[in-house]
Antibody, heavy 120, light 107 residues
Framework: EEQLVESGGGLIQPGGSLRLSCVASGFTFNTYAMSWVRQAPGKGLQWVSTLSSSGSGGNTYYADSVKGRFTISRDDSKNTLFLQMSSLGADDTAIYYC???????????WGQGTLVTVSS | DIQMTQSPSSLSASVGDRVTITCRAGQSISNYLNWYQQKPGKAPKLLIYAASGLLSGVPSRFSGSGSGTDFTLTISSLQPEDFATYFCQQRFTTPPTFGQGTKLEIK
């Protein structure tokens, strides 16, 4: 059974950094593009970043709102996706979901999410 | 960015009702449209891809249609487990964008 488990969220001060992790199981991780999607409390969904599979070039894509501050990466040997976040601001407060891409920007499996709260 | 607009924002209905949710794209997106269901405290769940493709395991009471700018999600006979929030999402261009959501509540 496909499963994604995020971790690394928490309370962080404005301007701080945080690294999220997402461990995958139940599927061949290295053949899939993976993404991060976030949801501010009580709000809608916002795509954050995508990393294609290594076999497809390992290309990265970012929302304008996080470009230059967030870095997506993966360790296929550990079936793990990462999101390194820096210069965090209140607008980054959200539940961050890791998601597998069935195909280009179609998210067929999601983790349970990890909450990031940026506050002093 | 392509703006996705859903209507209505909320909807009250009864078990057994037929319900339709509409999603409009700010420009033509062909059939690059997905639908998700989200229950409180849970992650979104993919229901429909490519405007009308039913994901394996999703009940056949769910259906999607549309192309270009106008799309619909229809639930033919509401079941208690269908009360949730539904989001459309375009994947025509980067960044992929979501509608604001339609909250389906029990009447």
């Amino acid at each position: 059974e496909e499963q994604l488990v995020e971790s690394g969220g928490g309370l962080i001060q404005p301007g701080g950094s945080l690294r999220l992790s997402c461990v995958a199981s139940g599927f061949t991780f290295n053949t899939y593009a993976m993404s991060w999607v976030r949801q501010a409390p009580g709000k809608g969904l916002q795509w954050v970043s995508t990393l294609s599979s290594s076999g497809s070039g390992g290309n990265t894509y970012y929302a304008d709102s996080v470009k230059g501050r967030f870095t997506i990466s993966r360790d296929d040997s550990k079936n793990t996706l990462f999101l390194q976040m820096s210069s965090l601001g209140a607008d980054d407060t959200a539940i961050y979901y890791c998601a597998r891409e069935l195909t280009y920007y179609t998210f067929d499996y999601w983790g349970q999410g990890t909450l990031v709260t940026v506050s002093s | 960015d392509i703006q996705m607009t859903q209507s209505p924002s909320s909807l009250s209905a009864s078990v057994g009702d037929r319900v339709t949710i509409t999603c409009r794209a700010g420009q033509s997106i062909s059939n690059y449209l997905n639908w998700y269901q989200q229950k409180p405290g849970k992650a979104p769940k993919l229901l429909i891809y490519a405007a009308s493709g039913l994901l394996s395991g999703v009940p056949s009471r769910f259906s999607g249609s549309g192309s270009g700018t106008d799309f619909t999600l229809t639930i033919s006979s509401l079941q208690p487990e269908d009360f949730a929030t539904y989001f459309c999402q375009q994947r025509f261009t980067t960044p992929p964008t979501f509608g604001q959501g339609t909250k389906l509540e029990i009447k």
